[in-house]
């Protein structure tokens, strides 16, 4: 049976969140608060908790809102490969980034959304990937080389990491080459945007962070929407370039403002996530010695000072201590939908209209995929092992379906250009002064920022 067409938003998006759940296994967790507090501190035991006790599906309240927790490989791939076309992510994100994010990919459903990845796809290709790959080698070697003035001190790595992203994106995907006072404006407006979805109080008044955030965005709006004629008439290279460049079925540029909505999302997409999967796994090699020694003999062996865009698969075992950051500490911790019709799932008829929450990191910490999933092993990819293949979505941090991360190989590019060159010029070791939190929301990563010191090589 063909899916049904879903052309018309008029359907569905002004239709308030169903909560009649009354069918549906689970609870709603304590008066008010529901099960926020527990979901936001660590959802991994939670979740583990109630499959335990109801099963792949059960409704919960959290954030003041309630829908219904989806949990393991089979939901997950019902949820993302969507082929009946019943949920939305426009919706699902709807409540908490519409105001900083309307109008961006995720922000988009069926074929609107294809219309708009149309836009972004062209940033993608080999010959443009090649070209950052080169860039961005060569703002690590600057970076790396003023890190190298700290050895044998004590650094968080975290905020430096962060930073150096930041300096990447203004320059990979807007073309803003030099490090002023303009730039160090554009990454503040980024960071209080980014600070500004995390609200807790959704109050648009000074002092709160939402407000702060909503003028972090018009600060973007203006920046970035302010260099897309003069990128449109000429030959840049950056991804702003490439989007403004772009014509659609009928020769028409795309739309300025939807240019710009895109690439003020593509920058909180792209940042936080390869901040995230970095700094973990800084994490767990300073834990793990002797995965550190087999990674950076590894990059030793390939004889070169940096990786080449053609050599990003030379290193087989670095791809497996990604694959194994991201099984254990996923970057993206949850993908929300919104149902758009009544759909069967696990046995249950869910309403139309109701919020759904998947949990990656439940699904990649199961014991029926997984052996001893709590452990760190990246030899579980190895060819030999290959534990990742019993289900095609038991291991998904990069989502699946049309929504599918589309900087999944770009991410990939930055982490490995970036750990092989740290490792080849620095050994570290963790400095903590206790065992540190793991937090997951608002971004994953240990709560003490992870200070290392720095060992020149
Ligand atoms: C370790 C790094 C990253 C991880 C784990 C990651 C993960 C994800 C996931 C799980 C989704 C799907 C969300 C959903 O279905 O609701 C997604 C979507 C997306 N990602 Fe990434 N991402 C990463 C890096 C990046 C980078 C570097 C870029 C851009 C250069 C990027 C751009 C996007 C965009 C634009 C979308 C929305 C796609 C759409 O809706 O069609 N991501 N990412």
């Known amino acids: ?66 829908g219904v927790l989806c949990l393991g490989p089979d939901l997950a791939q019902q949820i993302m490969l969507d082929p009946g076309r019943d949920f939305s992510s426009k919706m699902g994100f709807h409540d908490r980034v519409a105001t900083f994010f309307s109008g ?19 940033a993608f290709k080999n010959d443009s990937l090649k070209h950052y790959t080169q860039e961005i080698n060569r703002i690590y070697d600057r970076a790396l080389g003023e890190w190298q003035r700290e ?48 609200y807790i109080v959704p109050l648009n008044l000074p002092g709160f962070a939402m407000h702060k955030g909503i003028k972090g965005k018009e600060y973007l709006q203006n920046f970035i929407g302010g260099l897309v004629p003069q990128k449109r008439a000429g030959d840049g290279l950056d991804m702003l370039s490439h989007f403004c460049r772009e014509k659609d079925e009928d020769g028409n540029f795309f739309d300025d403002e939807e240019i710009t909505n895109q690439t003020i999302f593509l920058l909180f997409a792209a940042h936080d996530t390869t ?23 590894e990059c030793k062996a390939l004889g070169k000072d940096e990786l080449g865009y053609d050599d990003l698969d030379a290193v087989p075992y670095m791809q497996q201590v990604f694959n194994e950051v991201q099984r254990i500490r996923p970057s993206v911790p949850s993908v929300p939908r919104r149902t758009i019709r009544d ?18 990191r439940f699904t990649h910490w199961m014991e029926e995929y997984w052996d001893e999933p709590f452990k760190f092993d990246p030899d579980r990819f190895s060819p030999e092992r290959n534990e990742h293949k019993k289900h095609p979505f038991q291991f998904h941090p ?13 991410s990939q590019m930055e982490y490995k250009c970036f750990i092989y060159k740290f490792m080849l010029q620095f050994d570290f070791e963790a400095r903590h002064e206790s065992d540190p939190f793991m937090q997951t929301f608002p971004l994953p990563k240990p709560t003490d920022d992870m200070p290392i010191q720095l060992i020149r090589r």
Not at 152 to 170: N, R
């Open 1 to 66: 049976m063909a899916a049904p067409s879903v052309t018309n938003y008029d359907e569905y998006i002004h239709v308030p969140n169903n909560t009649n759940l009354d069918h549906i296994p689970g609870d709603y967790g304590l008066p008010f608060l529901g099960h926020t507090i527990r979901y936001l501190k660590d959802p991994l035991p939670w979740a583990q908790e109630r499959y335990k006790q109801y099963g792949e599906l059960s409704k919960v309240s959290t954030t003041g809102t309630r």
């Open 104 to 122: 961006s990919l995720i922000m988009e459903d069926f074929e609107h959304h294809r219309h708009q990845r149309r836009i972004m796809q062209t």
């Open 151 to 198: 050895s044998d001190q004590t650094i968080p790595f975290f905020v430096y990491i962060k930073d150096l992203l930041l300096e990447v994106a203004a320059e990979i995907f807007i073309g803003e080459t030099e490090r002023g006072e303009r730039v160090r404006k554009l990454n503040q407006a980024f960071v209080d945007c980014v600070n500004g979805i995390m």
């Open 275 to 297: 901040t995230a999967a970095i700094t973990h796994t800084i994490y767990y090699l300073a834990r793990h010695p002797e995965v550190k020694q087999k990674l950076y003999e």
């Open 343 to 360: 759909v069967e799932m696990a046995g249950y008829k869910v309403p139309a209209h109701t919020m759904i929450y998947t949990l990656p």
């Open 398 to 410: 990069f989502g699946g379906g049309a929504h599918k991360c589309i900087g999944m190989h770009f």
